[in-house]
Antibody
Framework: QVHLQQWGAGLLKPSETLSLTCAVYDGSFSTYYWSWIRQPPGRGLEWIGE???????NCNPSLKSRVAFSVDTSDNHFSLKLTSVTAADTAVYYCARTDLVTDAFDIWGQGTMVTVSS | QSVLTQPPSASGTPGQRVTISCSGSSSNIGSNTVNWYQQLPGTAPKLLIYSNDQRPSGVPDRFSDSKSGTSASLAISGLQSEDEADYFC???????????FGTGTEVSVL
């Protein structure tokens, strides 16, 4: 059964770089796109962007200048970096599998709370 | 930023039918598939309905959706206490070149 396990630093200072990684277990890594989605405390969901096994990416235009995605096909990991963070980037960050046929995020990671505070 | 508009809350008694609306535009709901997610308190969202009323394995058929023009709706029939959660709609937006989510609806069982 497909399982996503994510990790990364949970406390950052303003201007630092957020870095998160998501491992895909039994998930047909080369068949899907892999997304990052965030949720500020008490608020809704925001799609950050996605990457596939070839390194092809799509990104939310509102974050594009600060976001970088990477993929490691040797052990089915994908990663997110978000530079120059501010308090507005405080959120729970989720990784998720994206089915491009249905446009559905059908498998989600457990989420990582990232707090930006001086 | 949420591009799709949902009512902030909805409620019903056990066994009732509850409907949640999701309002968008021609660049998202009007031209692309709408999917629905359920988020139980303190957990990650879970795909609830996708691709025109399809349900992943394990999702009861009490949940259904419909779409008309630039609006979609999720219906929960036979409301149960375990349905208390936040519900989000989502779609690809051709103008923003991005997936967009609804503002979210908190469902309470009275």
């Amino acid at each position: 059964q497909v399982h996503l396990q994510q990790w990364g630093a949970g406390l950052l200072k303003p201007s630092e770089t957020l870095s998160l990684t998501c491992a895909v277990y039994d998930g047909s890594f080369s068949t899907y796109y892999w997304s990052w989605i965030r949720q500020p405390p008490g608020r809704g969901l925001e799609w950050i962007g996605e990457i596939n096994h070839n390194g092809s990416t799509n990104c939310n235009p509102s974050l594009k200048s600060r976001v970088a995605f990477s993929v490691d096909t040797s052990d089915n990991h994908f990663s997110l970096k978000l530079t120059s963070v501010t308090a507005a980037d405080t959120a729970v960050y989720y990784c998720a599998r994206t089915d491009l046929v249905t446009d559905a995020f059908d498998i989600w990671g457990q989420g990582t709370m990232v707090t930006v505070s001086s | 930023q949420s591009v799709l508009t949902q009512p902030p809350s909805a409620s019903g008694t056990p066994g009732q039918r509850v409907t949640i609306s999701c309002s968008g535009s021609s660049s998202n709901i009007g031209s692309n598939t709408v999917n629905w997610y359920q988020q139980l308190p303190g957990t990650a969202p879970k795909l609830l309905i996708y691709s025109n009323d399809q349900r992943p394995s394990g999702v009861p058929d009490r949940f259904s959706d419909s779409k008309s023009g630039t609006s979609a709706s999720l219906a929960i029939s036979g409301l149960q206490s375990e349905d208390e959660a936040d519900y989000f709609c989502a779609a690809w937006d051709d103008s923003l070149h991005s997936y967009v989510f609804g503002t979210g609806t908190e469902v309470s069982v009275l």
